[in-house]
């Protein structure tokens, strides 16, 4: 059975649910804390959302130097499937994981709501059960989800097929209306909305998140 | 003691959203005219000779950890010597 770790930092708040999601799935989950050096051998990396280190500075910014951050960066530099949501997706961000950066919502507002995505790409260790184009449901809820990127970075994410999910009416000003990206490895994805909010029929309108947790163990069972 | 002041800003290109909203509310205040854009100040208290290294090492702090410099620059300068 897969081991997948989740990362708590202060001020995490869906590590649990993460973990939920990750059992609903098949998989092992395992709480992984940011003081520690150790990965306690799992085989993939979720970065939850919240707000870590309470947002200071920047999102993000501090939970890139936590301890732990190291090991994952080494373990994603040697193909070890990372996947940050909303303010993991921050860190991913800030640590140079993935590239670009987010800013505040272009309406300034928090956006709580049920999001429709379209899947760009499912070459990733994430998104290899969905089918390209495929549209799917996933919970969004964020005040800084405005994704950002210098014009080179974004006709090289674009030409690369890093782009993994779009808006399907851009919620936030993000460029390109682009919620989520992979790197060029393709182990490494990290998106603004919440698949793990959106396992479970009774709370989440859909469960098309399941498909993230799900993809990342069919892609560990077929390299091993 | 020394202060060196760290001025961040998001960068011109980029959408400034809480200054957007600063400059609206001074406008309904009766400011008019006027267009804020809002940045960050880190005041750093060195203790000892403000030296070039040090100066060095302020600058690559700014740039590692104060500053994101994918939507943000930043400007260190010696407040006080």
Known sequence: MSRIGVVTFPGTLDDHDALRAVKLAGADPVPLWH???SLNGVDAIILPGGFSYGDYLRCGAIARFAPIMGEVITAAGAGMPVLGICNGFQVLCESHLLEGAMIRNEGRKFICRHQRLRVESNDTTWTCDFAEGQEIIIVLKNGEGNFRA???TLHKLEENNQVVFRYVGNPNGSLNDIAGITNERGNVVGLMPHPEHSVEMLTGESRDGLVFFT???HFLVATA | MTLVVVDVMPKPEILDPQGKAVTSSLHRL????????????????????LTDERMA?????????LCNTVIETF?????KQ
């Open chain 2, 30 to 49: 009766g400011y008019q005219g006027l267009e804020v854009r809002q940045g960050r100040r880190f005041e750093i208290t060195v203790n000892g000779d």
């Open chain 2, 57 to 65: 090492e302020i600058r690559e702090a700014a740039e590692k950890l």
């Open chain 2, 75 to 79: 400007d260190v300068r010696v407040e």
């Open chain 1, 150 to 152: 210098d014009p080179d």
């Open chain 1, 215 to 217: 993809s990342v163990q």
């Open chain 1, 35 to 37: 003081a520690s050096d």
